[in-house]
């Protein structure tokens, strides 16, 4: 089942994701902000969160993508650019404290192209996952959240074309 909301207009996509991580917000700004956090769920990474800063994620064998930080307030918000040779979206990450040492997370990826937003929509539900269980103490390797991308795709690309 996918866990994103779409908005569309024309061939602009919006996806966004919502959950509460069992981590106070601190740690899950840690988790979105510091390479060897990032490498534990996400990807390779070198990120300088200050405005201008450089983002660069890898995922070897995949692919990668370079970004600029747009905005950041720490521990509560980081907004960076996704640009691909593909092309060029956003990501804006919210969290914010919902008490007993919980956050909520809120993941908005806008300005994707309906061809890319099943993938991305597949790709950030897999990874968010893979956090869940990093910030609960458990660990997440590549191979896993591939696989859990491939049970995903086809449903997002279910959800996509009915945009």
């Given at each position: ?89 956003l990501v804006r990450w ?70």
């Open positions: 089942m996918i866990d994103a909301s779409f908005l569309a207009f024309d061939d602009n996509v919006t996806l966004q994701f919502d959950r509460v991580i069992a981590a106070a917000p601190m740690d899950v700004w840690a988790a979105l902000t510091e390479p060897a956090e990032l490498a534990k769920w996400l990807a390779d990474a070198e990120l300088d969160a200050g405005v201008g800063g450089a983002v660069h994620l890898v995922w070897p064998g995949s692919g990668e993508m370079r970004g600029t930080v747009q905005e950041c307030n720490v521990p509560s918000l980081l907004e960076y650019t996704w640009d691909e040779s593909d092309g060029s979206s919210e969290v914010a404290s919902s008490g007993d040492g919980q956050s909520t997370l809120r993941l908005v990826h806008s300005g994707a192209s309906k061809d890319s937003a099943a993938g991305f929509g597949a790709g950030w539900q897999s990874h968010l996952e893979a956090l869940d269980v990093v910030m609960r103490g458990g660990s997440s390797d590549q191979a896993q959240r591939d696989g859990r991308y491939e049970e995903l795709h086809p449903e997002y690309l279910e959800a996509v074309a009915e945009l």
